[in-house]
């Protein structure tokens, strides 16, 4: 029993030895072991204490770190968090094997302010990114996926040194666990900062200089799960002066909400990237694939697609392993829900092309739900509200390695649908900030800055509203200018059937486009352009094959001619094209096995779909491709014989406005309704006209590849079309008798006399600036005609075609100057010459004295054209006043005796230079 004892007491004082006398491992893993028993927490090291720090020193860090992290709730999922339960304040453990390796970072601007860009729901940043131990700090990195190759290549050892990746942050470690080596992290280090660069978007959106509150921000929601990490940031912003936000209550202070989504990044899941072909319209991954540079094309490229695979891959049509799935946000109106729906399912008759039964499904997001629409787990359809935004967009997130769409979410202005049902005003009407009568002078700064912005930070992480936003301008135009035609062609109510159905088809195209992209679908400007205009009111015919090619087009109301029955306002199918392009981006091979597939395998079968694209219904044109130089390929256009079609609805504006003096105001309404919709129909009429400016100087353009179809790529407009286009902008634009209004009308353009946030009164005049309006329009056809890049284009299509063949520079000139001088160059009868069509005629000779005195850079052919020109008119001119001048009006003989002056000094300046 001694022996007993005594073995005993020697093993305890051992064990003392061993845990308090020598840095033995085995000791301190005891020491930690027992720590976190009395804990239930990891135990981690400070920085500051090494493997050969004093016993006690460790000691003591243990214990604070304990005191730390005593209080908080522990989140276990892709990563660790620990969140203090008072504070609020968040510990992140990333592991070893977690460093170095790449995860998926989305940001999303979950709040906003309303108006001028910052709208809830926008992307603000997508990125890959890995964690880097440096020393005592952990770095942040982005990494630099534009340049590749194999691990097994030697190129792969000179990247990293060529190309740079990007450390966005360099963190300090807080502590490191000694023997897991976890690190732990500050989350306030890194989101607690401006990460997503609001600052920036800010200053640049609003025009104000504002800056991160620090001590005013705090985290919202953190919630981890297996595969993501979803983290709210709740920033508060202030300036010393403000913006000019009439949403705020005080505009020196504003709060954002940002989501972040940190995923972890697909492997091995069997997804094959699939090659990009210019013929059919996918957004794409570009990269520079180093062992294979040294071909023609240094690029590889890879569409963006969804991972789907076949549920019965021997089957001809199988429903997905994994449908994709949309959820209709809790926040959508319970009216606009069954559309919505109708827009998404529409894509599934592509998908059965494709081989995929039921590709797509919609849920509806509980009102209960538990999870937002920024979790990166969620594809969403959400709703949101502004003041002046008006747009919708459908981004989507991919895996910048390989293409395959992570996640997307579709945010929708409720102002699309608001500028129909409230009693046609639209956006540019008199409940909006957008009340100037012009074509919303604000809204288009805004649509220009966010253009710049985009040149200029096109490399920036942040994404910013530009082109869509301007769609969405125009689409809640066109949207509202058809519950218009509705009310004054054919008596529509705002509560009628026919109004209803109007409503539900707008906004089930507008969803189905803006699921297109989120399908890794490009805009297709082309796709407006496959019926002719006989055909656009035959259901049967729309409802079988389709109103359009592809509802990726920018697509007006369909609205019939005067005498025609009206048939669908907007597309109740996909078109050709997008069951043809579904195809090419997701049809399965059908030999190939998704293991160890290159992309390249697969380029016979798709070049095999690719070859149908010189059939007309699969014209594709997109953003890059409309330049003024294809008459088929523009926004807002419809049918394949535009010139006959836009003539069709300057027919129906010109009902409108007789309809509108007969009809409007309703009895107690106010007549400011009535400006806001004569404005409209101006506005229909004069963006009718001008699509037909794409025809002079115009060249069909066609995408193809070498092989049977041996036609050009670049085909001009015929010249028997162009001089039909002269003739016609002759008649409805420049005429003298094009527009005339009574007096009755003009006098009753009234403005809004509400003066309040939101509603201003104008500071310019309250009469209706007739001449004005008229003239800014007439000045923007004229001046696209005798453009710079137009001029250049019919000089070069001169040289490339047979003479003859196509309209040449002195025609056009001479063709103007004829048109818009009738009244000069016609010496039977003395006319006077009317206000606005003097106007015009100032107009045409600026433009041809800026070309003479080098003000404008033309051709030097058109120079002298120009030159020419001017002593031809002079010398009618002259004439006209000797035989005429008895006859004239005082007005006319001071104008064309100034614009002879005028002309007189300008040929005998002696100008050699700019």
Not at 783 to 800: T, V
Not at 826 to 844: C, H, N, V
Request: net charge negative; aromatic share 12%.
């Amino acid at each position: 029993m001694k022996d007993w004892i005594t073995k005993l007491t020697i093993c305890t004082v051992f064990l003392c030895y061993l845990l308090f006398a020598t840095e033995n491992a085995l000791a301190d893993k005891l020491l930690s072991s027992y720590v976190q028993q009395f804990n239930g927490l990891p135990v981690f090291e400070n920085i500051g204490i090494t493997d050969n720090s004093d016993k006690e020193d460790r000691k003591e860090s243990f214990r604070r770190f304990r005191e730390k992290l005593k209080d908080t709730d522990k989140l276990e999922g892709l990563f660790t968090l620990y969140r203090n339960k008072d504070s609020g304040e968040v510990y992140w453990e990333i592991r070893p094997e977690q460093l170095n390796k790449n995860y998926l970072c989305t940001v999303t601007l979950e709040s906003g302010v309303g108006e001028s860009g910052i709208y809830s729901g926008l992307p603000l940043q997508d990125f890959l990114f890995y964690f880097q131990r440096v020393n005592y700090n952990l770095h942040f990195v982005v990494r630099n996926v534009k340049f590749r190759a194999k691990s097994d290549e030697p190129e792969v050892r000179s990247l990293a040194r060529s190309f740079s990746d990007s450390v966005l942050y360099a963190l300090e470690i807080a502590s490191i666990d000694p023997y897991t080596k976890s690190i732990l992290i500050k989350l306030d280090d890194l989101l607690m900062q401006d990460f997503p660069g609001l600052a920036s978007l800010l200053k640049y959106s609003l025009q104000a200089d504002y800056h991160l509150e620090e001590k005013k921000s705090y985290f919202g929601d953190v919630k981890i799960f297996p595969f993501n990490l979803e983290i709210d940031s709740i920033y508060n912003f202030s300036s010393s002066e403000g913006a000019y936000l009439v949403t705020l209550p005080d505009s020196r202070a504003l709060t954002l909400k940002v989501h972040y989504s940190f995923s972890l990044l697909p492997e091995n899941n069997g997804y094959i990237p699939r090659v990009a072909d210019d013929r059919v319209g996918y957004f794409i991954t570009a990269f520079q694939d180093f062992p294979h540079n040294q071909s023609k094309e240094p690029f590889v490229r890879y569409i963006h697609r969804w991972h789907l695979e076949a549920s019965n891959s021997s089957a001809p049509l199988s429903p997905p392993k994994k449908p994709i799935v949309f959820w209709i946000e809790n926040a959508v109106p319970l009216e606009y829900r069954d559309p919505i729906r109708e827009g998404v399912l529409m894509w599934n008759k592509a998908f059965e092309k494709a081989g995929f039964q039921n590709a797509i499904e919609v849920r509806q997001m509980s009102d209960h739900a538990d999870w937002q629409p920024a979790d990166v787990r969620y594809n969403t359809i959400r709703w949101f509200n502004s003041l002046d935004a008006g747009f919708a967009r459908g981004p989507a997130r991919v895996n910048p390695l390989t293409g395959e769409i992570l996640d997307a979410d579709i945010i929708v202005d409720a102002n699309m649908v608001r500028s129909i049902e409230q009693e046609y005003r639209a956006l540019m009407g008199t409940d909006s900030i957008f009340m100037d009568e012009s074509f919303s002078q604000r809204g288009k700064n805004l649509c220009q800055a966010l253009r710049e912005k985009h040149k200029t930070d096109s490399n920036h992480a942040i994404l910013m509203p530009d082109s869509d936003l301007c769609y969405g301008v125009e689409s809640a135009n066109q949207a509202a200018m058809g519950a218009l035609a509705l009310s004054l062609l054919q008596n529509a109510t705002p509560n009628s059937d026919e109004m209803k159905k109007y409503v539900h088809q707008y906004l089930r195209s507008l969803i189905a486009h803006e699921v297109g992209h989120t399908l890794g679908l490009r805009h297709n400007f082309h796709g407006s352009t496959m019926l002719a205009p006989q055909e656009l009111n035959n259901t049967e015919i729309t409802r079988t094959k389709g109103l359009v090619g592809s509802v990726m087009d920018y697509l007006p109301v369909n609205l019939a001619p005067v005498g025609v029955k009206q048939g669908d306002y907007f597309p109740a199918i996909i078109g050709p094209y997008d069951e043809w392009a579904i195809e090419y981006g997701y049809k399965p091979h059908p030999h190939l096995t998704t293991e160890a597939i290159a992309p390249e395998a697969e380029k016979p079968f798709l070049e095999e779909i690719a070859l149908a694209s010189p059939q007309p219904e699969l014209s594709y044109a997109t953003d890059e491709d409309i330049w003024d130089i294809n008459p088929l390929a523009n926004v807002w256009d419809m049918s394949n014989d535009v010139l006959l079609y836009c003539e069709w609805q300057m027919d129906n504006a010109r009902m409108m406005w007789q309809q509108l003096e007969k009809r409007y105001p309703v009895k107690g309404e106010s007549y400011s309704d009535l400006r806001v919709l004569f404005n409209r129909v101006l506005r229909y009429y004069f963006r009718n006209a001008s699509l037909l400016t794409q025809y002079i100087g115009g060249q069909y353009f066609r995408r193809h590849h070498a092989g049977k179809d041996t036609r050009p790529s670049f085909i001009p407009v015929s010249l028997e079309q162009q001089r039909q286009v002269l003739a016609t902008l002759q008649k409805n634009v420049f005429a003298g008798d094009a527009l005339s209004f009574s007096p009755q009308l003009l006098n009753q353009l009234v403005p809004s006399r509400w003066q309040h946030w939101g509603n201003y009164v104008p500071v310019s005049r309250l009469d209706y600036p007739i001449h004005e309006r008229i003239l800014h329009f007439q000045s923007s056809i004229l001046r696209s005609l005798l453009d710079s890049d137009r001029l250049h284009r019919l000089r070069d299509i001169e040289f490339k075609t047979l003479p003859g063949q196509v309209l040449s520079m002195p025609e056009l000139f001479d063709t103007l100057q004829k048109d818009i001088w009738t009244e000069v160059f016609d010496l039977k009868q003395a006319k006077p010459i009317s206000s606005i069509r003097r106007s015009l005629q100032r107009e045409y000779l600026s433009i041809l004295l800026e070309m003479v005195l080098r003000t404008s850079d033309v051709p030097e052919d058109s120079r002298t054209l120009a030159w020419y020109q001017l002593r031809q008119l002079h010398q009618a001119i002259d004439a006209n006043l000797k035989q005429q001048s008895d006859n004239l009006d005082i007005y006319t003989l001071a104008h064309l005796e100034e614009t002879s002056d005028r002309i007189t000094k300008a040929l005998n300046a002696q100008l050699y230079s700019k």
